[in-house]
């Protein structure tokens, strides 16, 4: 079997998309810890587009790109599958995920501006919220997004609010009230209490120490 290790950044939150993927699909995996660095010699090297962690080492092979690789390990080991066999609900889940990576740099810009581009980010943010509450979710009963069991679009939407809540309190804002938004908060605490997920989260104090210092630099 051919080896397989994950390279990616403590508090990026992108890196644990893909140990959740790993984890549930019981696949054995190194981590290797990387410095939080956008000129590192593995980044220039296999991420040169973007700058950024994590990486999938497959034998001889490398993915980068979190969405990416969650692709690419559903379609490598299809036990515990991440997509549903159907082609509609696949091409709604890929909507949905294409929506959590074309929206969800809202709460970044919202991190790193103040003044006028900040009150513009915290709108934006809402309203991405709005549309995840009304239109993700809507009037579904399920537990996560389409169904039961966890799935990429939980893995998607998974980092939003762990990231938001400690943004929250460094920039001094409440979104994620439970009178707007009380299906979003229910699956928020759904998908936490799920065993995997609930182990492999970075530690909260920690992670708004890290981000309040990089927003200070």
Known sequence: M???K?????????TYRVIWALKLKGINFDYIEEEHSD???????YNPAFKRYPFLFHG???IS????????IEDTWPQNPLLHIHPLDRAIARFWVKFAGDKGHCIGTMYYTTGEKQEKAIKETIEMLKLIEEQALGDQENKFFGGEKIGIVDMAFGIIPHWLEVIEDIVGVKLLEPHT?????????NFKE?????????????MFVFLKNQRER
């Open 2 to 4: 051919e080896e397989v």
């Open 181 to 189: 938004f009380p299906r979003l908060l229910n699956w928020v605490q």
């Open 39 to 45: 000129k590192g010699s593995l980044i220039m090297k």
């Open 60 to 62: 001889e092979k490398v």
């Open 65 to 72: 790109e979190s969405m990416v690789i969650l692709e690419y």
């Open 194 to 206: 799920e065993q995997v997920i609930k182990e492999n989260l970075p530690n909260r104090d920690e």
């Open 6 to 14: 994950l390279h990616g950044t403590s508090y990026n939150l992108f």
